[in-house]
């Protein structure tokens, strides 16, 4: 079993920018695959960005590229997301998953730990 806790979240203007953080517990962190999900009210869970074991791959949604990074710390068992040039179309709850199998930026069923989010609000 792993448990995720995400941090870094809160409000912020059109421009902005925020960085999220994943701690993960356990002792095999670095052989899991990390993504960032966010859903908005009323909207389906969308991923955001997806990271491998190393670090050295990175996926992205579209929406995303340019504006935001993964990245990861497997000594730190953290997993990041540096939001730049945040939009309010950003706003949403943000959420940080395990796949354990296969690394990229795969629909949510496919993950199979998740944290409990933390809430980024861009206003305009």
């Known amino acids: 079993q792993v448990q995720l806790v995400e941090s870094g979240g809160g409000s912020v203007q059109a421009g902005g920018s925020l960085r999220l953080s994943c701690a993960a517990s356990g002792d095999t962190f670095s052989s899991y695959c990390m993504g960032w999900f966010r859903q908005a009210p009323g909207k389906e869970r969308e991923g955001v960005a997806g990271i491998d074991r190393s670090g050295a791959g990175t996926y992205y949604a579209d929406s995303v590229k340019g504006r935001f990074t993964i990245s990861r710390d497997n000594a730190k068992n953290t997993v990041y997301l540096q939001m730049n040039s945040l939009k309010p179309d950003d706003t949403a709850m943000y959420y940080c998953?395990?796949?354990?199998?296969?690394?990229?930026?795969?629909?949510?069923?496919?993950?199979?730990?998740w944290g409990q989010g933390t809430q980024v609000t861009v206003s305009s």
């Open positions: 998953a395990v796949d354990r199998i296969v690394c990229g930026l795969r629909f949510p069923s496919h993950y199979n730990y």
